[in-house]
């Protein structure tokens, strides 16, 4: 139990165009996902906090109107990159927590979407 | 500020026992996690533990000292699969993951 899947694996795409990242929980119920980024070589940096039925929590340093974040079921958020250049090619990895597990705190993770901007 | 610190690069030998060692200080602690990252793939879960002392899990142990802000995950009977980045993740009051760089650990033969 508990997985979470990402679609697309990896995507190529063209310096300010946008693209959209899902993140679903396949057998679990998530309010609460959570979006990262990761560059090569280093460790996971938290973009968004992402609500069910609410706005997204972004932390310092992302932009909103950039990564738009819709959560919009209790298993499914997307991040859609907008206008995409080629800094934002990065490793982007969603993860959710359990509804039925609160008193657990632990996140399962999605297998990533490797984003390549040219 | 928050912090986690656990060592960039490890060495140990195929058989043998080695310990990646972390430190922490956040805004509160909601316990302390240990995930394994393969290159190129996403985190996956080893360990939690919330409350001081060992957690044993087959050839992987996580021990915890709340007082001293330090953890460790401990992997016996190293397999060269084990090779990997080992994160420690402390998630803190407001109940997010506050990461470290990662340890990424090399097995020889």
Redesign the interface.
Known sequence: GAVVSQHPSWVICKSGTSVKIECRSLDFQATTMFWYRQFPKQSLMLMATSNEGSKATYEQGVEKDKFLINHASLTLSTLTVTSAHPEDSSFYICSARDNGRESYNEQFFGPGTRLTVL | GQNIDQPTEMTATEGAIVQINCTYQTSGF??L?W?QQHA??????LS?NVLDGLEEKGRFSSFLSRSKGYSYLLLKELQMKDSASY?CAV?DSN???I????TKLIIKP
Do not use: I
């Open positions: 909601n316990g996690f995930y190129g793939e996403a985190p996956t879960f939690y994160l998630m109940y997010q993951l990461w470290g760089a990662g």
